[in-house]
């Protein structure tokens, strides 16, 4: 595959500014592996402040006339990329498999759903519309414009390589922004050939700059710039927090994606086959790896016994292995601290106390230990291979229920009534994706709207789309990407 790649001249292991594939200026690097194999796949430049400097001149500067261009020029240039983006689909796909380890259908999968917020954005690029206010003198007239907000520095992780990056790039793009993207330093590869596709679309250089290496020392020289007007992150709420702190510096936009903590909600009225595939798609895709995963399955009393057997007996169909592997349904974790993590929430749910803190003052809990139905331990192919598990028996105060797992966990918790579902479900300070699976319209509807989050999944168990909005409530972020709506981010 890598020799494949090579010769499909989308595998760069480079940094991207000014149009320019460049080093870091001290030639230090990186090793990017495989993570279902630990193969070394190839070494990228370890840059830092100097370099990202570089690019955020270089967006600076590009911003001069990316911002002049009609929006059907940039609408143009975005659809071209979109086309290049589809016809290297295959490439694509099999470069997210190698260093993110997601089996290839999800990842061509990504490509397309990545791939349509470029196509989105070039359309929506022409729908930019200002707004005239009835004036309040006669011989005045009121205006608005929306201009581009101006260079963004955008902060990807490694669960979706392309769609974190072209949800954030196609928005700002269409509204004449330009960007200094860093990707994960475990999956920038994709992003690397996503740009190299930028340029083969004619999109100006230095309108796209990819930098990588170290992300605090990039990060603060993002912060830092006064060139810089926005951040969009997506990544962990800890280090949102951090950047939401720093951009307090420079008083600059922020847009974050945060960390989840999805509850999936099946109530006695669900359709049980419904349910259970619902259930399956929210929580394995990508071996349980999004921010909008089913983190918590919470199941209403009478429907408990027969729910669990038949998603156990679902999850236990699971194929795991290789992502390159025909059949394969779970790849590897992204690295060794995924699966000790994944780990210690399990062992924690299975001994019978529970340290809790709760702000200031530890309380220990005696409960009833959880119950392992299925899994929970790591797969005899080893690396970062782990069963797909299922935990019955889960309780409120344990790990699995407070924080995300983002691993092939599913815990179950038993509900009696709607409103304790409701109530354990809002009880978390993260609040990006719910599910609810009902044949009741009344309960759908009075449920999804008493949950504290940001989308929610009625009998569905995959959400994100580039035409709806995304995007957390409370801890869960600021912000939406995609729609209409994702397009405000990058206008003033
Ligand atoms: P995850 O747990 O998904 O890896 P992180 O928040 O650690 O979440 O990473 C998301 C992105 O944020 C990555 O590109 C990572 O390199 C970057 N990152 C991590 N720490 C910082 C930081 N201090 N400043 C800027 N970016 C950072």
Not at 58 to 78: D, G, I, Q, V
Not at 166 to 191: D, F, H, M, N, Y
Not at 229 to 237: A, D, E, L
Not at 355 to 364: D, R, T
């Amino acid at each position: 595959v890598i020799a494949r790649l090579k010769n499909s001249g989308l595998l760069r292991s480079q940094g991207l500014i000014a149009g320019k594939w460049v080093d870091s200026h001290d030639r230090k690097t990186i090793k990017v592996c495989n993570p279902a194999t630990g193969e070394v796949i190839v070494d990228i430049p370890c840059m830092g402040q100097k370099e990202t400097n570089d690019a955020i001149s270089s967006a600076y500067e590009a911003f001069y006339s990316w911002s002049k261009l009609t929006a059907t020029e940039r609408s143009k240039y975005l659809r071209k990329w979109y086309d290049l983006l589809i016809a290297h689909k295959e490439d694509l796909g099999q470069l997210i498999t190698l260093e993110q380890g997601k089996p290839l259908k999800e990842s061509l999968g990504e490509v397309s759903y990545g791939a349509g917020f470029i196509e989105f954005s070039a359309e929506e690029a022409k729908r930019i519309y200002g707004d005239i206010i009835p004036a309040t003198l006669p011989d005045r007239r009121l205006f608005v414009l929306k201009q581009p907000v101006g260079v963004v520095g955008a902060i990807t992780p490694w669960n979706f390589p392309l769609a974190m990056i072209t949800r954030k790039v196609g928005p700002a793009l269409a509204c004449g922004c330009t960007v200094v993207i860093k990707p994960s330093e475990l999956t920038p590869l994709t992003a690397l050939a996503a740009a190299e596709l930028s340029l083969q679309a004619g999109i100006p250089p230095g309108v796209v700059n990819v930098v990588m290496g170290n992300a605090a020392d990039i990060g603060d020289a993002l912060l830092a710039s006064t060139q810089v007007r926005k951040i969009t992150f997506t990544g962990s709420t800890a280090v949102g927090k951090k950047l939401m702190a720093g951009a307090a510096g420079t008083v600059k936009r922020v847009s974050l994606e945060l960390g989840g903590n999805a509850p999936c909600i099946v109530f006695d009225d669900a359709d049980l086959d419904v349910a259970v595939k619902g259930a399956l798609a929210a929580k394995f895709r990508n071996s349980g790896q999004t921010c909008v995963c089913a983190n918590r399955v919470l199941v209403q009393e009478g429907i408990y016994e027969k729910f669990a057997n038949a998603f156990s007996k679902a999850v236990q169909n699971l194929q795991v292995g290789d992502g390159f592997t025909e059949g394969v349904a779970q790849g590897p974790l992204i690295n060794e601290a995924a699966v000790q993590k994944v780990e210690s929430f399990i062992k924690d749910a299975i001994s019978k106390v529970c340290l809790l803190s709760y702000s200031v003052e530890l309380v220990i809990a005696d409960l009833e230990g959880a119950k392992v139905l299925l899994g929970g331990k790591r797969h005899s192919l080893g690396m970062t291979f782990y069963e797909p598990t299922v935990i019955g028996d889960v309780k409120s105060e344990m790990l699995l229920s407070r924080e995300e797992v983002f691993g092939p966990v599913a815990p179950l918790l038993l509900f009696k009534t709607e409103e304790e579902a409701i109530r354990l479900a809002n009880d978390t300070n993260a609040g990006l994706a719910a599910y609810i699976f009902t044949n009741s319209i009344q309960r759908s509807w009075r449920v999804s709207e008493a949950l504290e989050y940001g989308l929610v999944g009625i009998n569905e168990g995959i959400i994100s789309t580039e035409v709806a909005p995304f995007g957390g409530v409370k801890q869960s972020g600021l912000g939406r990407e995609g729609s209409k709506y994702g397009m405000d981010e990058y206008l003033e």
